[in-house]
């Protein structure tokens, strides 16, 4: 069966440090990833997604970035952190075909001080 | 355009009673339509999804008809459990794309 893996569970950093979460897929191959912000009691907001190795497609202008190394594997980047980045950080995989349910990692609760 | 709207929360019920939790969609394309529920500090997970008109998902007691006539896909269940106590997404997939568009999110409190 297919898991997700999403570290660390949580995080704490200050303003200007830099930030790498990680997030890996097992038990499937070629899959879409996704990197979701959950804004504390609002819903969703779509970063990244990913439909192969190498290829990152951005949905909102800001201060991270993706990258997928190997097929499974996706990171979420930020070289400097402001406090706006503190929020709940979901990791998400999808079947290729257009009409694949997503499945969630557990997430990364940032907070920047 | 792609969007979904659902109704505002929180809503609180008391064990046992009937829920519905509203959601409309825009209606571009044949998108597929989907439930999450996320319990607290976890990820979301797949309640149930329907891929076409008059399609009935369903799972755990909770329901939802595709209804192509009013663009909508309420989540239902006859009797709530506390542990229903949750935050619950509608959802769609982006026409002609990969991406999932979610509403606002919904949030349950059950009552013993």
Not at chain 1, 31 to 50: C, E, I, V
Not at chain 1, 77 to 97: H, I, T, V
Not at chain 2, 67 to 73: G, Q
């Amino acid at each position: 069966s297919q898991t997700i893996h999403q570290w660390p569970a949580t995080l704490v950093q200050p303003v200007g440090s830099p930030l790498s979460l990680e997030c890996t897929v097992e038990g499937t191959s070629n899959p879409n990833l996704y990197w979701y912000r959950q804004a504390a009691g609002r819903g969703l907001q779509l970063l990244f997604y990913s439909v192969g190795i190498g290829q990152i497609s951005s949905e909102v202008p800001q201060n991270l970035s993706a990258s997928r190394p190997q097929d499974r594997q996706f990171i979420l980047s930020s070289k400097k952190l402001l406090l706006s980045d503190s929020g709940f950080y979901l990791c998400a995989w999808s079947e290729g075909n257009r009409d694949s349910p997503l499945h969630f990692g557990n997430g990364t609760r940032l907070t920047v001080t | 355009g792609n969007s979904v709207t659902q109704m505002e929360g929180p809503v609180t019920l008391s064990e046992e009673a009937f829920l519905t939790i509203n959601c409309t969609y825009t209606a571009t394309g044949y998108p597929s339509l989907f439930w999450y529920v996320q319990y607290p500090g976890e990820g979301l997970q797949l309640l149930l999804k329907a891929t076409k008109a008059d399609d009935k998902g369903s799972n755990k007691g909770f329901e939802a008809t595709y209804r192509k006539e009013t663009t909508s896909f309420h989540l239902e269940k006859g009797s709530v459990q506390v542990s229903d106590s949750a935050v619950y997404f509608c959802a769609r997939i982006y026409t002609g794309g990969f991406k999932t568009i979610f509403g606002a999110g919904t949030r349950l409190f059950v009552k013993a």
